[in-house]
């Protein structure tokens, strides 16, 4: 069974560049689920979706990061104008439906690095 | 809301046996997860409790007392391959909100 797959692997951009993530959940996974993880903290929920709808996105930061997945597969999420405080991993996670839809299964992370 | 606190790092001994609490205050409760993740890597599920007790898996035990908002980890004869972040995370009114991880390293 193929993982969650997410691109890039790294970025780097300058304070005030726009990046995009694409990420990839496994087939048959309906929740998908953005997290920002800080360096030496735990992953922060951004925004959540159930199959192209939003669940929850209450800890998004809207002004400069939006998130879609138009046809309930895959999705991006965008940041723009990044800021030095944006550098982090970018952590997509998918759940199946159903019993054992709270464990999460992860991307590898997409590492963000904003100068 | 929800909080959720594990010691920040810890350090034990090859062959021996650690455990790594959790204490967490939230709206709701619907389970307690415990991930695993290693440097650079993305976190990994290793357990889940919903009931008060004792889940063992292997090496692995995650033990969960709803009354008093308390779980721990343990790991039984450690190997330097258990040297990562352990990440409690729990599930309530709100998705899944993770702890800031507890650092293991595992010597010689």
């Known amino acids: 069974e193929a993982g969650v797959a997410q691109s890039p692997r790294y970025k780097i951009i300058e304070k005030r560049q726009s990046v995009a993530f694409w990420c990839n959940p496994i087939?048959?996974?309906?929740?998908l689920y953005w997290y920002q993880q800080i360096l030496g903290q735990g992953p922060k929920l951004l925004i959540q979706?159930?199959?192209?709808?939003?669940?929850?996105d209450s800890q998004l930061p809207k002004d400069r990061f939006s998130a879609e997945r138009l046809k309930g597969v895959d999705s991006t999420l965008k940041i723009q104008p990044a800021k030095l405080e944006d550098s982090a991993v970018y952590l997509c996670?998918?759940?199946?439906?159903?019993?054992?839809?709270?464990?999460?299964?992860f991307g590898s992370g997409t590492q963000l690095s904003v100068l | 809301g929800q909080n959720i606190d594990q010691p920040t790092e810890m350090t034990a001994t090859e062959g021996a046996i650690v455990q790594i609490n959790c204490t967490y205050q939230?709206?709701?409760?619907?389970?307690l997860f415990w991930y695993q993740q290693h440097a650079g890597e993305a976190p990994t599920f290793l357990s889940y409790?919903?009931?008060?007790g004792l889940e063992e898996k292997g090496r692995f035990s995650s033990f969960l007392s709803r009354s008093k908002g308390y779980s721990y980890l343990l790991l039984k004869e450690l190997q330097m391959k258990d040297s990562a972040s352990y990440l409690c995370?729990?599930?309530?009114?709100?998705?899944?909100?993770f702890g800031k991880g507890t650092r293991l390293s595992v010597i010689a």
């Open positions: 996670a998918s759940s199946p439906p159903g019993r054992g839809r709270e464990k999460l299964f």
């Open positions: 087939s048959g996974h309906a929740t």
């Open positions: 979706f159930q199959n192209n709808g939003v669940v929850d």
């Open positions: 939230t709206s709701g409760f619907n389970g």
């Open positions: 409790n919903v009931l008060d």
């Open positions: 995370a729990v599930s309530g009114n709100t998705p899944l909100v």
